[in-house]
């Protein structure tokens, strides 16, 4: 049950950083580098402040896996944040967490892991569902570099993932890591775009809260999850990000999104029943 619930709450904050991204950048008008660099730097920020009051060791910031760490992290926030100055949201989404399946069972299957059927039949019906939600209506081209963008940021995304499955110290890790990232990411402060309040505090918090706060939680739960769990979970993000987005932002919820829905988290609960 707590496994569970930890698991439930990092995917809502990992969905919070959608919507906070979409109000830092859309509506209120911070550049993507921007926003992205203050995330990091708040995270950076707000992890170490709760390493340094923790009675521990100190954790190692300088190692072959902290530096994959903040690669990897740093591919999936530039990655991020390019994809979407030349693709639509839901064309964009699709594209990350499809990806991220992809990257996710492929390295199951290079190391070897059995996958039960009903693990595929669950992953399947979640990405049908997904499918639903964020497939663009009227035909659009895709811009093909912000298309390889997104598929960066998916393999960025995933192999944070994979790195973090192992971690003895989820806190600080995800501190060095962020540490180290702030540098691969701080040229997008030179930004010669307006800065607004309301766009740093929104960077702010999905920096220090959703970011920071989320990716510590997801390094503890993640050595309990076999690896294709962990991915099937985040298909579960743009679900609650829509629901989200028609609670928080006004957006209206159509048929499509509900069914959409039923889908994703059935299929979850296929892939749940099928590691039981």
Known sequence: MKLALAVVITMIAFAANSVLNRLGVARYGLDPMQFAA??????????????????????????????GGAVTLAIYMIGFSWAYQGLDAGVGALILFGALQVVIFGWALVEGQRIALLRWLGMGTAFVGLCVLLWPSDATPIASFSAVA???????????????????DPLGATAS???????????????NTPVSTAGIICAVTAGAVTSGMGYALWYRVLPSLQTTMAGIAQLSVPVIAVLFGVALLGETLSILMIISGILVLGGITISLYGQK
Not at 156 to 164: A, E, R, S, V
Not at 177 to 191: A, I, Y
Request: aromatic share 10%.
């Open 38 to 67: 203050i995330r990091v730097a708040a995270g950076a920020c707000a992890l170490w402040l709760l390493v340094a009051s923790r009675r521990s060791e100190r954790p190692t910031i300088l190692s072959r896996k902290r530096l």
């Open 150 to 168: 997104m598929i960066a940021a998916a393999i960025g995304w995933g192999g944070y993932t994979l790195l973090g499955r192992a971690e003895n």
């Open 177 to 191: 890591n962020f540490l180290l990232c702030v540098p691969l990411v701080s040229f997008g402060f030179w930004s």
